[in-house]
T-cell receptor, first 113, second 114 residues
Framework: GQQLNQSPQSMFIQEGEDVSMNCTSSSIFNTWLWYKQDPGEGPVLLIALYKAGELTSNGRLTAQFGITRKDSFLNISASIPSDVGIYFC?????????????FGKGTRLSVIA | DVKVTQSSRYLVKRTGEKVFLECVQDMDHENMFWYRQDPGLGLRLIYFSYDVKMKEKGDIPEGYSVSREKKERFSLILESASTNQTSMYLCASAQPGQRTGELFFGEGSRLTVL
């Protein structure tokens, strides 16, 4: 099946630092989404992007839908300990409709206080 | 508060046992999904369903089956558990249409097969 290349696989950062992670694909996606999974919990949606070039913020989080439709990035500013977890990108290939998401393998974020 | 509830957080089963993982959502969602999560492999889709009594294979359906008799309930079945099915299993639901990618996940069921 289709694959998303998510990087980095893991990050160790100091509290207060900014974080950047990204996803790339060889295929075009019409929707990009970013999820976060806290330890011991299921993933939770952070940001959904529906237009190429779209830049969307959610508090300290900012995500962009790449112009080529083949990539997306997520930035976290001024990281705090509760940002710890696994971040997943996900893409959907068709226009609004019922096709399952394709997930990246995740970026594990550790924040050192 | 909207919710996806998985029946068991932790299960330990023996090789060859039949295992049922239950998932219930209270959001009247049409779409439901079962994923498997393993370290370094991310979330892999096992089966999904877009309607009652409807099911579609995902990327890794081998060794699994599903049942959707009611809209709110989607069950994952391991007919004969094997040690390589030791994993975290995540159920999710979503509405069809524009926001079909906006999944609501349960807390997960961690299965150990001995």
């Amino acid at each position: 099946g289709q694959q998303l290349n998510q990087s980095p696989q893991s990050m160790f950062i100091q509290e207060g630092e900014d974080v950047s992670m990204n996803c790339t694909s060889s295929s075009i996606f019409n929707t990009w989404l970013w999820y976060k999974q806290d330890p011991g919990e299921g993933p939770v949606l952070l940001i959904a992007l529906y237009k190429a070039g779209e830049l969307t913020s959610n508090g300290r989080l900012t995500a962009q839908f790449g112009i080529t439709r083949k990539d997306s990035f997520l930035n976290i500013s001024a990281s705090i300990p509760s940002d710890v977890g696994i971040y997943f990108c996900a893409g959907q290939t068709r226009p609004p409709g019922n096709t399952p998401l394709v997930f990246g393998k995740g970026t594990r974020l550790s924040v050192i206080a | 508060d909207v919710k996806v509830t998985q029946s068991s957080r932790y299960l330990v089963k023996r090789t060859g046992e039949k295992v049922f993982l239950e998932c219930v959502q209270d959001m009247d969602h049409e779409n439901m999904f079962w994923y498997r999560q393993d370290p370094g492999l991310g979330l892999r889709l096992i089966y999904f369903s877009y309607d009652v009594k409807m099911k579609e294979k995902g990327d890794i359906p081998e060794g699994y089956s599903v049942s959707r008799e009611k809209k709110e309930r989607f069950s994952l079945i391991l007919e004969s558990a094997s040690t390589n099915q030791t994993s975290m299993y995540l159920c999710a639901s979503a509405q069809p249409g524009q926001r079909t990618g906006e999944l609501f996940f349960g807390e997960g069921s961690r299965l150990t097969v001995l």
